[in-house]
């Protein structure tokens, strides 16, 4: 479901496995992969924003989730929201980013916060 999803409303510019991972552990976990650590996380482990995961050995493999998104341009359903980096190699940051919200609502940009597509539900 999630990669069809993906080359028909995304034209497949994303890792459909990490969404799909996302997705799954959200909703069976309600958390994250364990690969994904916030912002405060890796400063504690010596990054600074700008600075490559990949040059930093506690962070190889990881990317950057679970901070809040602020949502001041209202462009997503009120509500109380955090963000995800996708398609994160280790170097610098793309515009990829996944929301999600208590309530359960996921969208994806892929263009840095400028538009939005919400994702189904994991089938």
Not at 49 to 66: D, R, Y
Not at 80 to 107: P, V
Request: aromatic content about 12%; hydrophobic content about 30%.
């Amino acid at each position: 479901m999630i990669p069809k999803w993906i080359k028909d409303n995304l034209k497949n510019n994303l890792n459909s496995n990490q969404v799909f991972e996302i997705v799954r552990n959200l909703e069976k976990e309600g958390a994250l992969p364990p690969y994904y650590v916030t912002k405060r996380e890796a400063r504690e482990m010596g990054w600074s924003p700008g600075k490559p995961f990949n040059e930093i050995q506690g962070l190889k493999g990881k990317s950057i989730g679970g901070d809040k998104f602020r949502n001041f341009e209202k462009r997503l359903p009120r509500g109380r929201w955090k963000e995800a980096d996708l398609d994160y190699n280790g170097e610098r940051r793309n515009a990829k980013r996944f929301l999600y919200s208590e309530s359960g609502r996921k969208y994806i940009t892929l263009d840095h916060y400028e538009t939005f597509v919400e994702v189904p539900a994991c089938k």
